[in-house]
């Protein structure tokens, strides 16, 4: 797994000082030693962190993602995401997420939000807030005009795009692109973890 993720990163042109950050492997138990009852334990457990560290910076979303649908039934490993269990949660113009592959093209301002925290050895700890929020035609038309955030645990604006550090979040948007307008650029949780509609 380590060599997959360097392969990825290096790929990717990632800046030494993003890497650690974000896909750094911990000491992470296997998906056999959590369980799905136990990692929904976890997650209920820490979400109040999680959102009170995500508050910390005022972003609009950062307070209203948790109030949205929720398209997950429990916390899934995402590989993607540094091997955090994530929440997938959508507003209202992005409710055709619940279509999953069949999504079609999701209007200006529909907008997916994935909280997430990681199971170490040493016990759980927050995760970052990974967004992607639609935009108007033009913002950024070799990425399907999809904005990037990624909110750290302690509230920072890590990155976004066409904003503050947005070449940190350029990563988000090439792995998103490997999918492009088939699905309009977006991943969906495995089956077995999806809320069916």
């Known amino acids: 797994m ?9 790929a990717l042109a990632l800046s030494a000082a993003v890497a650690p950050v974000l896909f750094m ?7 056999e030693e ?3 009852e136990k990692a929904v334990e976890h997650y209920e ?3 109040p962190k999680l959102r009170a560290g995500y508050a910390k910076s005022e972003h609009p979303v950062s ?3 948790f109030n949205w649908d929720r398209y997950t039934v429990g916390p899934h490993k995402s590989s993607t995401h540094g091997g955090r269990f994530v929440h997938n949660y959508a507003n209202d113009l992005a409710k055709a997420y619940g279509k999953y592959e069949d999504i079609g093209i999701l209007p200006v301002g529909a907008i997916v939000a994935k909280d997430s925290f990681k199971v170490t050895k040493k016990g759980v700890k927050p995760g970052p807030l990974f967004l992607m929020e639609k935009m108007e035609a033009g913002f950024s038309p070799e990425d399907g005009n999809w904005k990037y955030t990624l909110i ?3 509230g920072k604006i890590f990155g976004e795009t066409n904003g503050v550090n947005s070449k940190k979040v350029k990563f988000c ?7 492009g307008e088939d699905q309009d650029y977006l991943f969906f949780p495995e089956e077995d973890y999806r809320v069916q509609n």
């Not at 492997?25 to 998906?31: L, M």
């Not at 948007?173 to 999918?179: G, I, K, Q, R, T």
């Open 2 to 10: 380590i060599t997959q993720l360097t392969s990825t990163l290096k």
């Open 152 to 154: 750290t645990p302690n």
């Open 45 to 47: 457990e820490i979400s």
């Open 63 to 65: 307070t209203e993602y």
């Open 173 to 179: 948007a090439d792995c998103h692109n490997a999918v």
């Open 25 to 31: 492997v911990p000491a992470i138990a296997t998906a």
């Open 34 to 36: 959590i369980s799905d």
